[in-house]
């Protein structure tokens, strides 16, 4: 439907377990973005990569690292999570530029163990 | 640091009524303001993006407006159905592609 897409859509996982969320955008966009929304908390910006480079990160903790290999795919790698980062990851893109719409995708809802 | 404020935080109100639902922000320079969709347990749907140049964007039942100087949004919502039941997520375009979300209105629309 909008042209990006997560894979997987459920994850449950330990906390010595590691493991990776895959995004994936269609449209030709060159910025990608993680962000994180918990139970009763807002929706809140992770990481941003504009052209393959990352040029934010919202003091995320070093457990979670991203990785932007082309502007097509970005992934999230996850290592020793704790149950508090239980959520629903959204990924987005969008063009290059403060001015442009973001377009999100489904959602990955992950449980740590 | 942009926040983003949404009022009320929850709302119950019967069908075929009329409402507004709120989204303030403190910093004024933004690029759009978008309001989006949520259903439980899901993804966002985007509803209407008013860019700063707007004034007011329109879709079907759906009307949100834009009062950048005052720092302020209101979605309009007309003739309100069961089916419109979600939570409603106002989100501000900021300097180095940051979107800023307030905690939203979760909406409860019944028969």
């Known amino acids: 439907e909008t042209g990006v897409t997560q894979t997987p859509r459920h994850l449950v996982m330990g906390m010595t377990n590691k493991k990776s969320l895959k995004c994936e955008q269609h449209l030709g966009h060159n910025a990608m973005y993680w962000y994180k929304q918990s139970a009763k908390k807002p929706l809140e910006l992770m990481f941003v990569y504009n052209f393959k480079e990352q040029t934010e990160n919202n003091s995320v903790p070093s457990r979670f690292s991203p990785e932007c290999p082309n502007s097509s795919h970005l992934f999230l790698h996850l290592h020793t999570l704790q149950p508090e980062d239980s959520a629903l990851y959204l990924c987005?893109?969008?063009?290059?530029?403060?001015?442009?719409?973001?377009?999100f995708g489904p959602g990955t809802r992950l449980t740590v163990t | 640091k942009q926040e983003v404020t949404q009022i009320p935080a929850a709302l119950s109100v019967p069908e075929g009524e009329n409402l507004v639902l709120n989204c303030s922000f403190t910093d004024s320079a933004i690029y759009n303001l978008q309001w989006f969709r949520q259903d439980p347990g899901k993804g966002l749907t985007s509803l209407l993006l008013i860019q700063s140049s707007q004034r007011e964007q329109t879709s079907g039942r759906l009307n949100a407006s834009l009062d950048k100087s005052s720092g302020r949004s209101t979605l309009y919502i007309a003739a309100s159905q069961p089916g419109d039941s979600a939570t409603y997520l106002c989100a501000v375009y900021n300097a180095g592609n940051m979107l800023t979300f307030g905690g939203g209105t979760r909406l409860m629309v019944k028969p």
């Open positions: 987005a893109s969008s063009l290059s530029g403060s001015e442009y719409e973001q377009y």
